[in-house]
């Protein structure tokens, strides 16, 4: 692939998702709201490295890269690069259609995402929900970092404000070291779903009662029709 930049329209074998053509939600211009000045004070406190502290492990970890796919440092001590997920899922997300569009599978494959620093674990996850149209709430996908230690393997569930690409740069490119994985929530069965979607099934369960209700009605009636034909039968005059 010529480019690290490909639009949701493409076709592509491995998908990529840029930080400069975001696919987050930006905040409208203008004076910072109460939530988004939390925000900027969050990530202050997730600069965990000096500017040259960064900027040493940058350079380290693009001589190591094999695979073309380096971090490029910003003058404001952000820097932007590469995570590839691994698709891990039990059972098919529910997935919206996209007219002139075929939806691509999503489980078992690895997607490269395009990142920055300040980039965070439910971020990701959107992104990742995004490019396969699912139309599941992303509270129910938890990403884990899967670690390699003394031939042993290790996974563990990163909460939502954890930045992957810190993550990334920290254990170096090698994926063999650190891999990333989405998986279904391990959450209790209902505690996942929203309000309406909890609705929506109790109008459902109401729906089939009633079916089943009917079905019970008409069977009896049918049952009680044909008993009472064979008593009339057996109590006719001779």
Same mark, same amino acid.
């Given at each position: 692939?010529?480019?690290?930049?490909?639009?949701? @329209? !493409?076709?592509?074998?491995?998908?990529?998702? =840029?930080?400069?053509?975001?696919?987050?939600?930006?905040?409208?211009?203008?004076?910072?709201?109460?939530?988004?000045?939390? $925000?900027?004070?969050? &990530? @202050?406190?997730?600069?965990?490295?000096?500017?040259?502290?960064?900027?040493? *492990?940058?350079?380290?970890? +693009?001589?190591?890269? %094999?695979? &073309?796919?380096?971090?490029?440092? +910003?003058?404001?001590?952000?820097?932007?690069?590469?995570?590839?997920?691994?698709? !891990?899922?039990?059972?098919?997300?529910?997935?919206?259609?996209?007219?002139?569009?075929?939806?691509?599978?999503?489980?078992?494959?690895?997607? =490269?995402?395009?990142?920055?620093? =300040? +980039?965070?674990?439910?971020?990701?996850? @959107?992104?990742?929900?995004? &490019?396969?149209?699912? %139309?599941?709430?992303?509270? *129910?996908?938890?990403?884990? *970092?899967?670690?390699?230690?003394?031939?042993?393997?290790?996974?563990? *569930?990163?909460?939502?404000?954890?930045?992957?690409?810190?993550?990334?740069?920290?254990?170096?490119?090698? %994926?063999? =070291?650190?891999?990333?994985?989405?998986?279904?929530? !391990?959450?209790?069965?209902?505690?996942?779903?929203?309000?309406?979607?909890?609705?929506?099934?109790?109008?459902?369960?109401?729906?089939? !009662?009633?079916?089943?209700?009917?079905?019970?009605?008409?069977?009896?009636?049918?049952?009680?029709?044909?008993?009472? @034909?064979?008593?009339?039968? $057996?109590?006719?005059?001779?």
């Amino acid at each position: 692939m010529s480019s690290g930049y490909s639009s949701l @329209e !493409e076709d592509s074998e491995d998908f990529f998702f =840029t930080a400069r053509t975001s696919f987050f939600r930006r905040a409208p211009q203008g004076k910072p709201r109460a939530g988004q000045q939390d $925000v900027e004070k969050e &990530k @202050e406190i997730h600069n965990y490295l000096s500017k040259e502290e960064i900027k040493e *492990k940058v350079h380290k970890y +693009n001589l190591a890269v %094999t695979d &073309k796919l380096k971090m490029t440092l +910003n003058s404001n001590g952000i820097y932007t690069g590469f995570i590839k997920v691994q698709m !891990e899922l039990c059972k098919p997300p529910q997935t919206s259609p996209s007219p002139g569009k075929v939806t691509q599978s999503s489980n078992g494959c690895m997607n =490269t995402l395009h990142i920055s620093s =300040t +980039n965070t674990v439910g971020e990701v996850i @959107e992104a990742l929900l995004k &490019k396969f149209l699912v %139309t599941e709430s992303p509270a *129910k996908f938890a990403l884990y *970092k899967r670690c390699h230690r003394e031939d042993q393997v290790y996974a563990c *569930k990163l909460s939502d404000r954890e930045h992957p690409l810190y993550l990334r740069l920290v254990a170096g490119p090698r %994926t063999d =070291t650190l891999s990333f994985v989405l998986r279904e929530h !391990e959450i209790g069965e209902w505690e996942a779903f929203s309000l309406p979607e909890l609705q929506n099934f109790l109008r459902i369960l109401d729906k089939e !009662e009633d079916e089943q209700l009917q079905n019970l009605k008409r069977r009896y009636a049918a049952y009680r029709l044909k008993l009472e @034909e064979a008593l009339g039968e $057996v109590w006719k005059p001779g």
